[in-house]
């Protein structure tokens, strides 16, 4: 979306930088900013930007939007009101196009850690005056903004590690052959996927799709050890030896992963014939559905990163 606003006029001097709002930062640790790409930092807001920033927020269709930016949640505690030098307001401030900053959105998705953007504010030179912007996907928008009102948008301290983790991804994308495996179709799907509800059953289905599709190809009715659940089983445990960090296996109580899995295709079946399961009986395994979605969007985003590392070897697992 693309919204000109009057209170968007600047005076019409050099033009400032242009930035998009990374919802979910909490500190910068060890640097004021970082570099993520050439002319592409991520930094604290300045005074002019927090503003804005905020005005963008108050406008939204959610109660009290700007709590969970200008407030601390200790756990089981109270809000707190931060001081204003430490609002939890930080951009990626860049000049010109905002193609790179697209790309970053997309490497947020496939980090382990998943920073989310909320929206990109531009400002361009119509007819003679400056005027600013704002670029933003209303479903994403409204989703991030409604978990970070209830407390479910987890804020992160970020360090040298995960700017690394950012710049790597990044480069790797840049040199990818999509040939093989198309990284950038299937980082888009991930972030169109946060479009629903965290809840819906369709956002389990599509990260699920999404791993099938990485990972497995149609399978010979007639033979019994080609099945889809089996194909997932054995091709993920061929790839946790080969990437770090591992699948988290932790929350279901010492499960084997092929049980997990098992449960977790069954699991999808169930969503899919649009049954209600239940985790009091047949799905005690997994536990609840935040277990679900989080293993199978970890999964997937694990996947897609080794297929920037291995392009060939994530397209012969697929057909093999």
């Known amino acids: 979306m693309f919204a000109l606003s009057a209170e968007g006029v600047r005076a019409p001097d050099e033009l400032p930088d242009n930035y998009a ?3 979910n930062v909490s500190r910068l640790v060890g640097a004021a900013r970082f570099a ?7 930094r604290r807001a300045n005074a002019t930007e927090a503003a804005e920033i905020r005005a963008i927020l108050q406008r939204q269709p959610s109660p009290v939007i700007t709590v969970p930016w200008e407030h601390s949640r200790p ?3 109270p809000s707190q009101p931060l001081p204003e030098a430490e609002w939890r307001y930080f951009v990626v401030g860049f000049r010109g196009s905002n193609d790179t900053v697209a790309e970053i959105e997309e490497v947020f998705g496939l980090t382990t850690f998943e920073l989310k953007i909320a929206f990109t504010v531009v400002t361009q030179m119509i007819g003679g005056r400056p005027c600013s912007g704002v670029l933003s996907h209303p479903s994403r928008l409204f989703q991030l903004l409604e978990a970070a009102v209830w407390g479910r948008l987890p804020f992160l301290d970020i360090t ?3 700017v690394a983790q950012i710049a ?3 480069g790797k994308l840049g040199q990818h052959d999509h040939s093989l495996v198309d990284v950038k179709r299937l980082a888009r799907q991930l972030l169109d996927l946060e479009a629903l509800p965290p809840t819906s059953p369709l956002r389990f289905l599509g990260y699920f799709a999404t791993l099938e599709s990485l990972l497995t190809h149609r399978p010979n009715q007639s033979d019994p050890y080609d099945s889809i659940t089996r194909q997932v089983k054995k091709k993920l445990a061929l790839l946790d030896h080969r990437w770090q960090p591992n699948i988290d ?3 279901f109580a010492g499960a084997r992963p092929d049980t997990i899995w098992a449960k977790m295709y069954e699991y999808r079946s169930s969503l899919a014939h649009g049954d209600a399961p239940s985790f009091e009986n047949e799905f005690q395994t997994l536990g609840n559905h935040d277990n679900a979605v989080t293993l199978v969007r970890q999964t997937v985003k694990a996947v897609i990163r080794q297929a920037l ?3 060939r070897l994530i397209a012969d697992l697929r057909d093999c």
């Open 249 to 251: 296996y932790g929350p």
């Open 160 to 162: 040298e590690s995960e």
């Open 75 to 77: 756990v089981g505690g």
């Open 168 to 170: 790597e991804i990044l």
């Open 36 to 42: 993520l790409a050439p002319g592409h930092h991520l």
């Open 21 to 23: 709002f990374v919802a």
């Open 309 to 311: 590392v291995e392009p």
